[in-house]
């Protein structure tokens, strides 16, 4: 009764506006799951890519070949199989498309496959979906600090600002519904500094707010404002998170910050890092060079890897071959784990314990193109990830996976929060 019934993808959208995929997996016992593919606008070259039809409708975004796939192939081999190994599906998948990138069935099909199999897997043992994640992957489960973001920019606000995101915690609260209330405060406050000079353009792919900054400084300087202005001492119970995106900057270690009229070398951008790090209470810094930098990234991190979170995002794409060559190279101390980077939740999870075995931090991440879905809010929990990387503090599909975490906070009880231990009171301690 566990096995695979049927399988159906369908068209559904996504928080831009653009066709993304879902799918539902139905067992011979009735119980079913659904799953839907998010989308990034800021992209590892080596990450798993969507399967788009690249023809005039919907400006080349249509998705008809990836459900062919689905409905085809995937499905026929996925047919009479046990949802309870999802090792064995994921490999059923990856067998038709062996190729990293997932170029021939599209990392969007395999992903909302591989979450819908995660699903089903969990309503047939009549589990909630984070319950049934601990218990398959043999995990303590524990709600994630949140990170954030404030202020959106990149490719996320149409490049406005260069940084990618600017991003708060609160690792001094006590349970996830006091991080929201402190983020709320703050979020607002940052509206409300934005209106009074003039400088705000309106809501980022993420909802954080789309600045109209006169450089990217500013936007540090205005997220302490709003800190304070929210009644809180910044690097005490409120601490600042960077998302430089670095690989959309340039490449060759040449990186262009068009809103400060610069060009920096790799040396050059560590060096405006670390003054940031020394002027600013930023623990943790994403992609702070980038992907094509390893002698950059390994310098970032034996520079500052003492004092501040690296985690690497489009330098690893939640592939586990790429967190164990960092591991030994002494690049980065976390990853960011996206299911849809590497296209299937064993990979995923294969990333995620190559870096645990290394003593490294974990963030479950979501993308800017984003839906209604609320897997990974459950996979953070189930698996003791310390953090959560949804986006900002608005625009529902953001919301939605903050609110499924506050009544997972209420099954699994305050005490379970991560809290202010996620970061380490070393990165955490010297913030302060």
């Known amino acids: 009764m566990t096995q695979i019934k049927s399988l159906k993808g369908r068209r559904v959208w996504d928080s831009r506006g653009n066709p993304t995929v879902e799918v539902d997996v139905v067992l011979r016992s009735g119980a079913s799951g659904r799953a839907i593919a998010p989308a990034g606008a800021s992209r590892g070259r080596r990450e798993a890519m969507d399967l788009r039809d690249t023809d005039s409708a919907l400006r080349g975004k249509n998705v008809s070949q990836a459900l062919a796939n689905i409905n085809g192939p995937i499905a026929q081999a996925l047919s009479g199989m046990d949802v309870r190994n999802q090792e064995a599906v994921d490999q059923a998948i990856l067998s038709l498309d062996p190729s990293p990138t997932k170029n021939l069935l599209g990392g969007n099909a395999t992903v909302a496959t591989s979450l819908a199999v995660l699903h089903a897997a969990a309503e047939q043992a009549g589990k909630s979906l984070w ?12 709600l994630p600090l949140p990170e954030i973001q404030i202020f959106g920019g990149g490719a996320h606000a149409g490049r406005r600002v260069d940084i990618q995101d600017f991003m708060i915690m609160v690792p001094g609260a006590t349970s996830f519904d006091e991080v929201m209330e402190v983020t709320s405060e703050v979020y607002f406050a940052a509206g409300d500094i934005m209106s009074a000079r003039g400088c705000a353009a309106g809501v980022a792919d993420e909802g954080g707010w789309w600045p109209l900054f006169d450089s990217n400084e500013q936007a540090l300087e205005t997220l302490i404002a709003a800190i304070e202005l929210a009644g809180e001492k910044p690097g005490e119970r409120v601490v600042i998170s960077l998302d430089i995106a670095a690989s959309e900057l340039g490449n060759n270690g040449k990186y262009q910050l068009a809103l400060d009229d610069r060009e920096l070398t790799s040396d050059n951008l560590i060096e405006l890092l670390g003054k940031w790090l020394n002027d600013y209470p930023i623990v943790s810094i994403e992609d702070p060079v980038g992907e094509d930098d390893a002698e950059a990234m390994i310098e970032f991190t034996r520079r500052f890897g003492d004092r501040v979170q690296i985690i690497g995002d489009d330098y690893l794409v939640t592939r586990a071959a790429l967190v164990e060559q960092a591991i030994d190279d002494g690049a980065c101390n976390a990853v960011l784990i996206k299911p849809n980077q590497v296209g299937t939740v064993s990979e995923a999870i294969e990333a995620f314990n190559k870096a645990t075995s290394g003593g490294w931090g974990t963030v479950i991440s979501a993308r800017s193109g984003e839906s209604e879905d609320v897997c990974i809010s459950h996979l953070a929990t189930g698996l003791g990830s310390k953090q959560l990387k949804v986006g900002s ?11 499924e975490c506050l009544r997972i906070q209420d099954e699994l009880g305050a005490g379970s929060f991560a809290g202010g231990a996620s970061l380490s009171r070393t990165w955490w301690g010297k913030s302060k």
Do not use: I
Request: hydrophobic share 30%; no cysteine.
């Open 131 to 142: 319950r049934h994640v601990a218990d398959y992957y043999k995990r303590a489960p524990s």
């Open 393 to 403: 503090f608005q625009r529902s599909e953001r919301m939605a996976k903050w609110n």
